[in-house]
């Protein structure tokens, strides 16, 4: 797998959640992630490395915002809710 954190989907460029979901489990001890984004212990995203889409935007928060993202106005309505 690419270190590239975008890939082009239908001809627009979106985060590779999978690569920066990784990135944020160097970063942080498994409980912490799963607290934050409030998901199951034992998920398995890491598993089938598939990482649903509305959670790029979490992540990237807990990473600092450290990508820009650009969001369509469905995604913007319905995925970004700042976290704590």
Excluded: A, C
């Excluded at 979106?14 to 001890?29: A, C, H, P, R």
């Excluded at 598993?47 to 993202?69: A, C, M, R, T, V």
């Amino acid at each position: 797998m690419s270190n590239n954190v975008f890939v082009i989907i239908n001809n627009v460029i979106m985060i590779d959640t999978f690569t920066i979901f990784k990135e944020l489990s160097n970063k942080f001890e498994q409980k912490t992630i799963t607290d934050k984004l409030f998901i199951h212990t034992e998920t398995r995203w890491i598993e089938f490395k598939k990482i649903p889409k509305n959670y790029s935007n979490y992540i990237n928060q807990l990473l600092g915002d450290k990508y820009k993202q650009k969001y369509s106005t469905r995604d913007k309505d319905h995925y970004i809710t700042k976290i704590i």
